[in-house]
T-cell receptor
Framework: DGGITQSPKYLFRKEGQNVTLSCEQN?????MYWYRQDPGQGLRLIYY???????QKGDIAEGYSVSREKKESFPLTVTSAQKNPTAFYLC???????????FGEGSWLTVV | GNSVTQMEGPVTLSEEAFLTINCTYT??????LFWYVQYPGEGLQLLLK?????DKGSNKGFEATYRKETTSFHLEKGSVQVSDSAVYFC????????????FGTGTSLTVIP
């Protein structure tokens, strides 16, 4: 089954802990993205990457970090510096030269 | 800059009613326009898209026409079903910005039997 796989679906974190959300794609797309969605609100771009070993900050990068060591993978780390991390996180992928992006199923992060 | 404005919800309709969700955009040049749908607890799914002026995107009974003169991309469906209940996002893409997407805030639709 092809597509974008995010894991875990649900994650609980204690305050002060870092947590990493996984995103894997088998679509062979160059570009990958991380968005944050708060309840009842739209999407905000955290980070994006157009090529391996390179990534750019989005609108709300503070308190987050990413890596892009492989084309297929774009993990997001939510650090303890992120003040309000409880949210729904969406990973997406698309071709840099294309005009469509595709989303994973999302990961719910709750800080307890 | 680039931005998308869509009508605020929530929208509640009876089954078989006509649906319109308004979307307008601001962008330089010629963006591509999209509607995505999000069912509860899930990611976004591409519903339809249009890549140039006067194009009509359509899927599952939904339609939207790219109107450059009014910078709009309104979503319509002639007869909604309970299964259409979801949040709908309008978006634009500027390919020359590395395929960055700009999303509206989403419109929640509830269809009641």
């Amino acid at each position: 089954d092809g597509g974008i796989t995010q894991s875990p679906k649900y994650l609980f974190r204690k305050e002060g802990q870092n947590v990493t959300l996984s995103c894997e794609q088998n679509l062979n797309h160059d570009a990958m993205y991380w968005y944050r969605q708060d309840p009842g609100q739209g999407l905000r771009l955290i980070y994006y990457s157009q090529i391996v070993n390179d990534f750019q900050k989005g609108d709300i990068a503070e308190g987050y970090s990413v890596s892009r060591e492989k084309k297929e993978s774009f993990p997001l780390t939510v650090t303890s510096a992120q003040k309000n991390p409880t949210a729904f996180y969406l990973c997406a992928a698309g071709q840099v030269s294309g005009n469509t992006i595709y989303f994973g199923e999302g990961s719910w992060l709750t800080v307890v | 800059g680039n931005s998308v404005t869509q009508m605020e919800g929530p929208v509640t309709l009876s089954e078989e009613a006509f649906l319109t969700i308004n979307c307008t955009y601001t962008a330089t040049g010629y963006p591509s326009l999209f509607w995505y749908v999000q069912y509860p607890g899930e990611g976004l799914q591409l519903l339809l898209k249009a890549t140039k002026a006067d194009d009509k995107g359509s899927n599952k009974g939904f339609e939207a026409t790219y109107r450059k003169e009014t910078t709009s991309f309104h979503l319509e469906k002639g007869s909604v079903q309970v299964s259409d209940s979801a949040v709908y996002f309008c978006a634009l893409s500027r390919g020359n910005t590395g395929n960055q997407f700009y999303f509206g805030t989403g419109t929640s639709l509830t269809v009641i039997p």
